[in-house]
């Protein structure tokens, strides 16, 4: 689905981003660890062509990114709060970005009621704009956004982050089925190891923008980025 | 604690996304300040010499006679013009700086305008000559003190007024009842304030009267701001507003433009600034009425005003596109939108408010049709060309602009400012040259469709351009989102 080719992000001397070569299947959830500043956020931009490549390539289901916009219809993304509309409330956010990948409006409500839970009745039916909300909610808010218009390709930046931990777990379960019955590709990325090995496939270790572990997820897998991360101190 | 304060704006001010803009804005703005100081000083000799040798009167007593309505000008125009400084406060509360003196730097940062320094250059001048026409130079001193004071004082009373509509409403009612005492000439306003102006040189103990209302506005200022430096005060953060249900479900049949279009009515519905942007649009409806009286003296005016009566929204909002999207540029440029679409709806959006001013400016037909002919025209031309111009510029101007305005104490409020009108010119500097060479080739009538036929042959090259116009943007897109990033300049 995701294919990098020798991908570099450089600022003046400082090589933020270095990698080789990295492939995603499609219907993977694909982890990405990190301590702050190994490149996790540069990368997921670099895919999304919020920021322009030093070197190389992305290819995201045959287009490459740097060349074309034709990934957007198949690729929903949500970094940070500069993907909300705070001046929207939800449903109003919800109908403009599904409208914008040709959902009906009816088809968005529908969609939406799958969502209940996760949204425990805090975010829905509250006649407040986006920017009112909480950062928690806000958030919420996002990841459906991207869940909603069924998009093959979902790009995930920390979701865990923000969320009460009632709602941690909830999201957990939502990204497990939706990975499982649909067939999505994830790519997500965060600071919680126990979150990422529990809910994904593959769990990349990106340290000083480069790749330093990848390995599919086993029962070993939380106790091996434990002791790497510790080994860091 | 000064110096880290000056520190700060300065690298909010060289750190700033406009940085190079807004450098070429700072060179233009001192130039204008020479000019200004120029200005100023020679109305100084004037406001002595004319009286006294045209009219025989003696200069002091003839312009302390009119300084009332200097006072009142003072407010006016500063409540109308002079930008409210902002402070980035938010970070500093809870560090050990005296709130009081957050409030005081903010405060004194306005002393250094524009409206406070230009009196300056006309005042002194003015007394020095009094002072060599020997004047009483004790009572120059107080005059000098008292007028000084008064400046200073309609300075804070005009943070005031930005910050509490009360006050606002209260100053307005007061002049408009001042307004109607003189026109019915039930007192006559000069006579009776005259010898207040006049006191404090006759003698300069009455200085302290100003002085002391100085110290009284400005506490009053520094009390007022000192109890709104909390995260939850309405200056910090925009009030919530309740939620403005609008069905916009209508505009559904224009398919995927209409989801742009209900989002930007959205966007000018609930937000400050877009709504305050599209009223100043509104308030160019009636801007040709200024005009109207001697607007057949110089033809080419026509198109002047034909090009701002229908290009209010134009100028008012479509200035700032792509800016009002700034706060979720990432989103836009990450959704299922590709480029082309995006800018066909900020056109879209432009053409239809430039059509109903074009349709609300229609009670222009009173003044003749040749006149309502050239709004037309204007408009035409607003569609074929400016709509371009103002796509192109956006490409360019790469300010954000922080929606929720929040993190502010002293915020904002006019969007509409002196750079909007500095990005103006080129969009009627044009047309006003097309339909003076009409005029040069046959007539008037020739003039104005000259403007329109450039207008229609812009309009019909729509594709071509567009094509243009997206791969600026296509190149710029990274250096947009970079720009966007930094909220607060």
């Given at each position: 689905m995701i294919d990098i080719h020798s991908l570099s992000k450089t600022y003046g001397e400082q090589t933020v981003l270095d990698i080789e070569q990295l492939h995603i299947p499609a219907g993977q959830t694909f982890g990405l660890v990190g301590n702050n500043g190994a490149g996790k956020t540069t990368l997921f931009s670099l895919m999304l062509d919020l920021i322009p490549p030093s070197s190389g390539t992305v290819t995201n289901n045959d287009v490459v990114v740097q060349k074309s916009?034709?990934?957007?219809?198949h690729t929903a993304a949500f970094?940070?709060?500069?993907?909300?509309?705070?001046?929207?409330?939800p449903e109003e956010y919800f109908a403009f970005i599904g409208g914008l990948r040709g959902m009906k409006k009816e088809a968005v409500t529908e969609a939406l009621e799958a969502y209940a839970d996760f949204f425990h009745g805090e975010v829905?039916?509250?006649?407040?704009?986006i920017r009112d909300l909480s950062k928690g909610n806000q958030k919420k808010v996002g990841i459906v956004g991207t869940l909603l218009?069924?998009?093959?390709v979902v790009v995930l930046d920390e979701?865990?982050?923000?969320?009460?931990p009632t709602t941690q777990i909830r999201l957990k379960n939502l990204l497990k089925e939706e990975a499982s019955a649909t067939g999505k590709t994830f790519l997500i990325s965060s600071h919680d190891l126990q979150h990422v090995t529990d809910v994904c496939d593959r769990i990349v270790v990106l340290h000083k923008g480069k790749v330093v572990r990848d390995e599919q997820t086993s029962t070993d897998t939380l106790k091996e980025l434990e002791a790497f991360f510790r080994e860091q101190l | 604690m000064l110096q880290r304060f000056l520190f700060l704006q300065r690298k909010s001010f060289v750190r700033g996304a406009g940085f190079a803009t807004g450098l070429a804005q700072k060179i233009l703005v001192g130039f204008a300040w020479v000019y200004f100081a120029f200005v100023f000083a020679g109305l100084g000799f004037i406001a002595f010499f004319y009286p006294q040798e045209?009219?025989?009167?003696?200069p002091l007593v003839f312009l302390s006679g009119y300084l009332i309505y200097g006072v009142v000008f003072w407010v006016i125009a500063r409540y109308f013009l002079q930008k409210m400084p902002m402070v980035h406060v938010q970070p500093l509360?809870?560090?050990?700086?005296s709130k009081k003196s957050i409030v005081r730097f903010g405060l004194s940062k306005?002393?250094?305008s524009f409206f406070n320094l230009s009196n300056l250059f006309f005042f002194v001048p003015f007394g020095i000559i009094l002072l060599r026409e020997e004047y009483n130079p004790l009572g120059v001193v107080g005059w000098w003190i008292a007028i000084g004071s008064l400046i200073l004082a309609t300075n804070f009373l005009n943070i005031m007024l930005n910050s509490v509509d009360r006050i606002l409403i209260l100053v307005a009612a007061l002049l408009v009842g001042l307004y109607a005492l003189q026109y019915f000439e039930i007192i006559n306003l000069t006579t009776w304030t005259a010898p207040l102006f006049m006191a404090p040189y006759n003698q300069?103990?009455?200085a302290l009267l100003p002085v002391g209302l100085l110290v009284l506005s400005y506490r009053w200022s520094i009390a007022h701001f000192r109890n709104k430096l909390?995260?939850?005060s309405e200056a910090m953060r925009p009030?919530?507003?309740?939620?403005?249900?609008?069905?916009?479900?209508?505009?559904?049949?224009?398919?995927?433009t209409a989801i742009f279009l209900q989002n930007d009515i959205r966007l000018i519905l609930r937000n400050k600034g877009a709504r305050a942007s599209v009223w100043m649009g509104f308030a160019f409806l009636f801007y040709g009425l200024i005009f109207?009286?001697?607007?057949?003296?110089?033809?080419v005016w026509m198109v002047f005003i034909g090009i701002f009566v229908s290009g209010g929204f134009l100028f008012g909002f479509g200035q700032y596109v792509p800016s009002w999207d700034s706060s979720y540029y990432p989103l836009m440029m990450t959704q299922n939108i590709a480029y082309k679409e995006y800018l066909a709806s900020k056109w879209w959006l432009i053409v239809v408010g430039t059509l109903v001013g074009m349709v609300l400016s229609s009670?222009?037909?009173?003044?003749g049709w040749e006149t309502y002919l050239a709004i037309l025209a204007g408009g035409v031309y607003n569609i074929g060309i400016n709509a371009y111009l103002v796509l192109l510029s956006g490409a360019y101007t790469?300010?954000?602009?922080?929606?929720?305005?929040?993190?502010?104490?002293?915020?904002?409020?006019?969007?509409?400012n002196l750079k909007t009108l500095l990005l103006s010119i080129p969009k009627v500097v044009l047309p006003m040259f097309l339909f003076y060479v009409g005029v040069l080739i046959h007539s008037k009538s020739m003039g104005i469709a000259m403007v329109a036929l450039v207008g229609v042959l812009g309009f019909a090259f729509r594709n071509l351009v567009f094509g243009w116009i997206e791969k600026i943007y296509q190149h710029e897109k990274h250096q947009t989102l970079q720009a966007y990033k930094q909220k607060n300049t």
């Open positions: 916009e034709a990934w957007k219809p970094l940070d709060e500069s993907f909300l509309i705070g001046y929207l409330t829905l039916g509250q006649k407040k704009y218009s069924n998009t093959p979701p865990f982050a923000n969320l009460d | 045209e009219l025989g009167e003696d509360l809870v560090l050990p700086v306005t002393v250094l300069p103990l009455w909390f995260l939850d009030k919530k507003e309740t939620h403005r249900a609008a069905d916009l479900s209508w505009l559904d049949r224009f398919g995927r109207m009286s001697d607007i057949y003296s110089s033809p009670f222009y037909i009173y003044f790469r300010t954000p602009i922080d929606l929720a305005s929040a993190k502010k104490a002293f915020g904002d409020k006019k969007s509409f």
